[in-house]
């Protein structure tokens, strides 16, 4: 996989790689929700990484390609009892990562935005790591443990 390290030692992995409409971001968190079903984890913790993935998709859709259509890929790992998954857009990119993370904020207001998604992205995931260069793109990448899963294969 292009962006999970190659020390981990790999339980299973997909990519998913879909056009820039909105359509498709409710495509990407029923792909990620089934994908780690493996795991078995509460209802809880599949809503809270169904959200996480769903507003790093939908910055990516709308922020990403304000422009213009684009393509949006989606890489998911599994190890042990942990996910990752990496958000990728070749967008606009951030300019200042820092000021888009706070609360409120949105670079389109005129689309009445919220301006909560990395906040909510924040909150339910282990770890958050966003990489961004403007005219270049956007990889934010996720990562959760599930509590309660039992062994993996």
């Given at each position: 996989m292009?962006?999970?390290?190659?020390?981990?030692?790999?339980?299973n992995?997909?990519?998913?790689?879909f056009?820039?409409?909105?359509?498709?971001?409710?495509?990407?968190?029923?792909?990620?929700?089934?994908f780690?079903?493996?795991?078995?984890?509460?209802?809880?913790e599949?809503?809270?990484?169904?959200?996480?993935?769903?507003?790093?998709?939908?910055?990516?859709?709308?922020?990403?390609?304000?422009e213009?259509?684009?393509?949006v890929?989606?890489?998911?790992?599994?190890?042990e009892?942990?996910?990752r998954?990496?958000?990728?857009?070749?967008?606009?990119?951030?300019?200042?990562?820092?000021?888009?993370?706070?609360?409120?904020?949105?670079?389109?207001?005129?689309?009445?935005?919220?301006?909560m998604?990395?906040?909510?992205?924040?909150?339910?995931v282990?770890?958050?790591?966003?990489?961004?260069e403007?005219?270049?793109?956007?990889?934010?990448?996720?990562?959760?443990?599930?509590?309660?899963?039992?062994?993996?294969?």
């Open positions: 292009d962006h999970i390290a190659e020390d981990v030692r790999l339980d992995y997909l990519r998913l790689q056009p820039s409409r909105s359509e498709n971001e409710s495509l990407a968190r029923v792909a990620v929700a089934s780690v079903a493996a795991l078995d984890p509460t209802m809880e599949l809503t809270e990484l169904k959200t996480a993935v769903s507003e790093a998709v939908t910055n990516a859709i709308i922020h990403g390609y304000q213009g259509d684009g393509e890929t989606v890489e998911c790992a599994l190890f009892h942990t996910v998954v990496v958000i990728e857009d070749h967008g606009v990119g951030i300019p200042d990562i820092e000021m888009a993370k706070q609360p409120m904020y949105t670079s389109r207001p005129e689309l009445e935005r919220s301006g998604g990395m906040t909510i992205m924040e909150t339910f282990d770890s958050l790591e966003i990489v961004s403007v005219g270049e793109g956007t990889r934010v990448t996720l990562v959760k443990t599930f509590r309660t899963a039992p062994d993996v294969m």
